[in-house]
């Protein structure tokens, strides 16, 4: 009798080992609560991208000589915020306008506030005044010019900040890039709109 041994006790798990297991029960299940949450408020906001179009350009004062250029452009953007529940603050734009890679122009815009389904025409007055060109370039343009219809390049470059509901979301960049813009010359009618793309 003395060498019978008891039966071993039943495999229980140690209180430690069940206060883990709880523990990352509650984990995972705040992890996808967090996510659902998330994932339906995207849902309700479905974010939507920007819009940009140049909806006018147009040169006066326009003078090149020994690769030398004076010009006044003007171009007029329309910003298209297509969401219903997202609004959107732009810090100082900053708008250039280039030829064959060179930039000629260049201007900043006021800051301004976006509403909800908005769209907002902004008038960019961009003054190239005595800017040295290289000479192939130079010698391009005149030609363009001759031909009534110069193609540049505009673009734009802002800091800008989401607002949903009463969240601000962070910073971003935002910058838009347009081309080609024709700007016709003498004659500004008849202006094709250029959709702009987005760059992030
Ligand atoms: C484009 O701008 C030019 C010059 O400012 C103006 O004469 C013309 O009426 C504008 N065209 C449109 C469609 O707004
Ligand atoms: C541009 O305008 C300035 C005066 O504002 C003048 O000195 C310069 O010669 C002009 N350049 C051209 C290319 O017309
Ligand atoms: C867009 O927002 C601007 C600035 O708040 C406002 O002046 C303009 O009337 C709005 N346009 C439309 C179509 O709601």
Known sequence: MANSAPPPPPATPSPASKLVRIIAVVIL??????????????????PKQLV?????ASARDFSLKNDHLNATFAFLIKAHNPNGRISVYYGPAEVSAAYDGQTVAFNTLAPFRQPRRNVTWLAATLVARDVAL??????????QKKSGNIGLV?????????????FRLKHH?????CSPVKVR???????????CDLDW
Do not use: C, H, Q, Y
């Open 29 to 46: 299940a705040l992890i996808v609560l967090v996510g659902l949450a998330v994932l339906i408020t995207w849902l309700a906001v479905k």
């Open 52 to 56: 940009f179009r140049i909806d006018n």
């Open 134 to 143: 290289p000479r192939d370039v130079s010698t391009d343009l005149a030609v």
């Open 154 to 166: 505009v673009r734009m470059k802002a800091r800008i900040r989401f607002k949903v509901g009463i």
């Open 173 to 177: 960049t935002l910058r838009v890039s």
């Open 185 to 195: 010359m003498p004659l500004f009618k008849n202006f094709e709109t250029t959709t």
